[in-house]
T-cell receptor
Framework: EAQVTQNPRYLITVTGKKLTVTCSQN?????MSWYRQDPGLGLRQIYY???????DKGDVPEGYKVSRKEKRNFPLILESPSPNQTSLYFC????????????FGPGTRLTVL | QKEVEQNSGPLSVPEGAIASLNCTYS??????FFWYRQYSGKSPELIMS????GDKEDGRFTAQLNKASQYVSLLIRDSQPSDSATYLC???????????FGAGTRLTVKP
């Protein structure tokens, strides 16, 4: 089954404790992206990657890091989480030769205390 | 000015009615337009895409695009309670890396 997976789905942590949210897709997509979703603000892009070893900042990259060492994986790293990073996070992927449809993972709800 | 604007709602329609969802965008050179549906606590899923002016129909859904007015809409005919969700409008310039989402319109279809 074609899918995007994220782990963990739910996470409660404390300020300053490094964490990683994993994202993996099995569709051989070149493009992967991370979004955060907050009430009233919609989906805002954090980082994106056009292919392996090619990452770039989105609209709200501060406090986040990413890497793309393999085509299927695109982890999101919070080196020192803060309460303002409490949010719902989505990973998405798409083929650069497609019509633009992005496939979303199930989401990770993060709470930073 | 937000790049993609939608009425946040909630929009409430009775079962069987037509639901009309609207979206405006600020970048005149936008090329691709999408409507995603998001159920509460779930991830967005694509329901319609449109690239040229006019109407595009898919079952009970019709997307309408007017690039001159920088306006895109989604009509849902014969609305069902299962259509109750938040609808996200997304706009892209050329490819995926510049996709912008609106904040979404929450639709409730009452039986």
């Amino acid at each position: 089954e074609a899918q995007v997976t994220q782990n963990p789905r739910y996470l409660i942590t404390v300020t300053g404790k490094k964490l990683t949210v994993t994202c993996s897709q099995n569709m051989n997509h070149e493009y992967m992206s991370w979004y955060r979703q907050d009430p009233g603000l919609g989906l805002r892009q954090i980082y994106y990657s056009m292919n392996v070893e090619a990452t770039d900042k989105g609209d709200v990259p501060e406090g986040y890091k990413v890497s793309r060492k393999e085509k299927r994986n695109f982890p999101l790293i919070l080196e020192s989480p803060s309460p303002n990073q409490t949010s719902l996070y989505f990973c998405a992927s798409s083929s650069l030769t497609s019509s633009g449809e992005q496939f979303f993972g199930p989401g990770t709800r993060l709470t930073v205390l | 000015q937000k790049e993609v604007e939608q009425n946040s709602g909630p929009l409430s329609v009775p079962e069987g009615a037509i639901a009309s969802l609207n979206c405006t965008y600020s970048d005149r050179v936008s090329q691709s337009f999408f409507w995603y549906r998001q159920y509460s606590g779930k991830s967005p899923e694509l329901i319609m895409s449109i690239y040229s002016n006019g109407d595009k129909e898919d079952g009970r859904f019709t997307a309408q695009l007017n690039k001159a007015s920088q306006y895109v809409s989604l009509l849902i005919r014969d609305s069902q309670p299962s259509d109750s969700a938040t609808y996200l409008c997304a706009v892209s310039l050329y490819n995926n890396n510049d996709m912008r989402f609106g904040a979404g319109t929450r639709l409730t279809v009452k039986p």
